[in-house]
């Protein structure tokens, strides 16, 4: 019940944001489609915790922050190499261990290593991650869990 | 003076953009293998969409235009690791062996 209302209200806010129109007219038809999309949600079963992730504690902007500095970092090294007449690359497959507790955690991890240019998730089973780096110290930096730690950190 | 400023950031901003989106469609032609193609892309999906939209907002100030880019970049955020994730495990699965070691050659 909780999560179905969560699921109203973040839709009729998106709704009202992305219109722009506030006419009777107009809202009459953002309510119906609000409902309809409820209702569909609810028929298909998929309003539940793991849709709402508000159980995501901690220093989340300070995460953030960090992803941005890392990502900025790992795009200037992957263009350096791209551009550089040698293609100084050294492919590299290696198999991680996520420390999160839950699938969530787990799923915030594997998006984050593939967001970051020069290294890709390429399989999830469990806790097991297998990643594609496209340089070896790419890889190693991954290795060195860092990007773990600040994850974990994040769960309640 | 401070829509000078806001026009310059803007200019870089999108200048940086365009480069990077160049860099990703360069790094597509030399690079190797599927694997590492991915990785070019992956520069356009996070720093060049990142940059041009954030110069797109800067130039619409507080309105709801800022608002539906905003939500845009929310979008891309979410939805391009988890397309790049289906790609690579699709090509896993379809069996394409990964290029290992250091190759210098195209």
Redesign the interface.
Known sequence: MKYTFYLTIILAA?WL??S?HYTPFILACGAVSVALTVFLSLRMRVVDEESQPVYLGGNVIGYWLWLIKE??LA?ID??KR??SP????????VCLKASQKTPFGVMVY???I???????????DGNNLEV?A?TWSAAEDLLGGEMDKRISALEI | MIIDALDIVTAICLALGCF?GI?GG??IY??P?F??R???T??T???CAFLILFGLMLQSGFS?VT??LG?ILLFM??S???A??AL??T??QFGIE???????K?
Do not use: Q
């Open positions: 998106f944001l992305l722009g990502i900025t795009n992957v263009c791209i551009w040698r293609l100084d690359i050294s492919p590299t497959v594997a998006n984050s593939t967001i970051t240019p020069g290294t890709i998730c390429i399989d999830v594609h496209l | 990077l860099s360069v790094g030399r690079l293998d694997y590492t991915m990785h070019a992956s520069v999906d996070s720093a709801l608002v539906k939500f955020v979410l391009s690791p988890t790049a994730h690579a495990k090509a896993v990964p290029l290992l070691g250091r190759e210098d195209r």
